[in-house]
């Protein structure tokens, strides 16, 4: 009896001994006890495999990442006085090349410039250019110019604040208008737009504060409007050059 008592009791012991050695498996799985050199060999290779990733983005770094962190063709300048118009910071710039657009940082509780702009000429090079003007002394103050970085929040922006301006989606009239004024009324828009026939004006605003987010989408009785509507993209409304564009349709 003794010797078939001792039978079972060998035959737990592996079993015991394997359901101990399962909470001390090392992260790829593999028992530390049982295989000591194959998860050695394991970790070599999966402490290998992440040099590929390194390697490709240093990779990527010397063939031009600097090209994709920065957005074309734009500057930001920084550092002006808070008088500052912009006819005068349009002048500024203008002697470099031809501006594409011109936008105004501005505070939001009274709409005054806070000394920060950002420039987008119709080239790379011209805004290469333009940055000369680092370091120049406007008023008591000293301006800085440099190149505008993309971040996850002008990513963001492009949805909106296009970087090319989209194809005409099929069955489209509406446009989007950004770049507004943060005074504008429904009234400046209806005059800015007189050549053409509009059926409605939709103002973005901000459910917090319940003010203008400085764009509205447009939209116009019919498809001749709203190509005459297009065609005056970056013409100024109220000193202003306005973004006009073909609206996105989001489709469910």
């Known amino acids: 009896m003794a010797a078939e008592d001792q039978i079972p009791r060998a035959q737990a012991n592996p079993e015991k001994t394997k359901k101990r ?30 040099e590929e990733p390194v390697a490709a983005a240093a990779a990527a770094a010397e063939g031009g990442e600097g090209a994709e962190s920065y957005e074309r063709g734009k500057v930001v300048a ?23 657009s011109l936008q105004l940082s501005r505070f939001p ?20 250019k333009s940055l000369e003007l680092d370091g120049s002394k406007i008023g008591n103050r000293f301006m800085r110019v440099e190149r505008c970085r993309v971040t996850a929040s002008s990513k963001r922006q492009k949805k909106t604040e296009f970087q090319s301006d989209p194809e005409k989606p099929d069955g489209c009239l509406s446009a989007y208008v950004g770049n507004l004024s943060w005074n504008i009324t429904e009234k400046d828009l209806r005059d800015f737009f007189k050549s053409s026939r509009i059926a409605s004006i939709r103002f973005a605003i901000d459910n917090r504060t319940g003010d203008s987010r400085g764009f509205c989408h447009v939209d116009f009785e019919d498809d001749e409007s709203l190509e005459k509507a297009v065609g005056m993209n970056q013409s100024e409304l109220r000193g202003r050059p306005v973004k006009i564009a073909y609206a996105i349709i989001n489709r469910a």
């Not at 992260?27 to 290998?48: F, L, M, R, S, T």
């Not at 509780?109 to 000429?121: C, H, I, K, M, Y």
């Open 21 to 50: 050695k399962k909470p001390k498996k090392d992260k790829w799985g593999q028992p530390i006890a049982a295989a000591a050199d194959e998860p050695a060999v394991e970790q070599v290779q999966e402490q290998e495999a992440p």
């Open 78 to 100: 920084s550092g002006m006085p808070y008088t500052t118009t912009e006819e005068e910071i349009r002048e500024l710039f203008d002697q470099f090349g031809p501006i594409r």
């Open 109 to 128: 509780d009274s709409g005054n410039f806070r000394g920060l702009a950002f420039v987008t000429f119709e080239s790379d090079e011209v805004a290469m």
